[in-house]
């Protein structure tokens, strides 16, 4: 069975003098010694506009689906089926 520790006493803390202190020649430096490998990334003009419809504005949406856009229509009609449910 676990306990749980009561009553522990405070350990002091230890301060930093020129004495104790890390040295700079103990921790290494780290310099890279090649540049990183760069990855580049191509995004279909399917998925750049399903991006751009999923960062439209109500606004802009209530527009589209007023001009006879049927997408627009029915997203409005499912955030409005959602918000009555």
């Known amino acids: 069975m676990i306990d749980p520790i009561a009553n522990v006493a405070n350990a002091n803390p230890v ?4 004495a104790n ?10 310099t890279p010694s090649t540049s990183a ?3 580049s990334v191509k ?5 750049q ?3 751009t419809e999923a960062l439209e504005l109500q606004s802009q949406t209530v527009k589209e689906a007023n001009s006879g856009d049927r997408q627009a229509q029915g997203l409005l009609a499912r955030e409005e089926a959602a918000t009555k449910a």
Do not use: N, W
Not at 15 to 18: A, I, N, Q, R, S
Not at 43 to 47: D, E, L, R, T, V
């Open 21 to 30: 202190a890390p040295s700079a020649a103990a921790s290494p430096k780290l």
């Open 37 to 39: 490998p760069t990855d």
């Open 43 to 47: 995004i279909s003009s399917s998925a």
């Open 15 to 18: 301060e930093l003098t020129p």
């Open 49 to 51: 506009s399903a991006v």
